[in-house]
T-cell receptor
Framework: EDKVVQSPLSLVVHEGDTVTLNCSYEVTNFRSLLWYKQEKKAPTFLFMLTSSGIEKKSGRLSSILDKKELFSILNITATQTGDSAVYLCAVQAFTGTASKLTFGTGTRLQVTL | GAVVSQHPSWVICKSGTSVKIECRSLDFQATTMFWYRQFPKQSLMLMATSNEGSKATYEQGVEKDKFLINHASLTLSTLTVTSAHPEDSSFYIC???????????????FGPGTRLTVL
């Protein structure tokens, strides 16, 4: 059974801090790893990673994948209160004729003033 | 960008009744739609994959007779929770994959979710 584990489950930081969120996985027929941000409703897409060692960046957010060690990290620098959300990691795996996503439990980030 | 809508946003019903949730792709055609369930403070769990014109594929542990899925057109999939009970109370989210994307595409566009509360 495909498995995605995120850590920590929850953290609280002060505005301006840098945080690192972790995602490890055990998946058959791995295709890609995706990061999402979920506030109150449906997840919004952040990054998709398919190759090891290539950092994806978007503003203060960046992410990298290690396919040998089967994990990814999501970094957020200079955090702001608007970054408070649940960050979900999902792995896309090939199921034969299509693909499906398996989500981790998420990391709940709270950024305080 | 691609937009997926869900209706209703929020529903409260009595135990034993059936509830239908609609998922629509508004500006693209979706041959594949996915239904997820999310309990409080937990992650999204895939319930089933809905393919237009064919039977849905259910994940292990999901009762297909309880969660009826119909994907009758390229823009609409419905999930009916039959004989709902309080333990079915959850946040149900659908996502849709563009017909023009390949099977490997990561492009799943998520709907805003439907919060179901069964009394």
């Amino acid at each position: 059974e495909d498995k995605v584990v995120q850590s920590p489950l929850s953290l609280v930081v002060h505005e301006g801090d840098t945080v690192t969120l972790n995602c490890s996985y055990e998946v058959t027929n791995f295709r890609s790893l995706l990061w999402y941000k979920q506030e109150k409703k449906a997840p919004t897409f952040l990054f998709m990673l398919t190759s090891s060692g290539i950092e994806k960046k978007s503003g203060r957010l960046s992410s990298i994948l290690d396919k040998k060690e089967l994990f990814s990290i999501l970094n957020i620098t200079a955090t702001q209160t608007g970054d408070s959300a649940v960050y979900l990691c999902a792995v896309q795996a090939f199921t034969g004729t299509a693909s499906k996503l398996t989500f981790g439990t998420g990391t709940r980030l709270q950024v305080t003033l | 960008g691609a937009v997926v809508s869900q209706h209703p946003s929020w529903v409260i019903c009595k135990s034993g009744t059936s509830v239908k949730i609609e998922c629509r792709s508004l500006d693209f055609q979706a041959t594949t739609m996915f239904w997820y369930r999310q309990f409080p403070k937990q992650s999204l769990m895939l319930m089933a994959t809905s393919n237009e014109g064919s039977k849905a594929t259910y994940e292990q542990g999901v009762e297909k007779d309880k969660f009826l899925i119909n994907h009758a057109s390229l823009t609409l999939s419905t999930l009916t929770v039959t004989s709902a009970h309080p333990e079915d109370s959850s946040f149900y989210i659908c996502s849709a994959r563009d017909r023009l994307a390949g099977g490997w595409s990561n492009e799943q566009f998520f709907g805003p979710g439907t919060r179901l509360t069964v009394l």
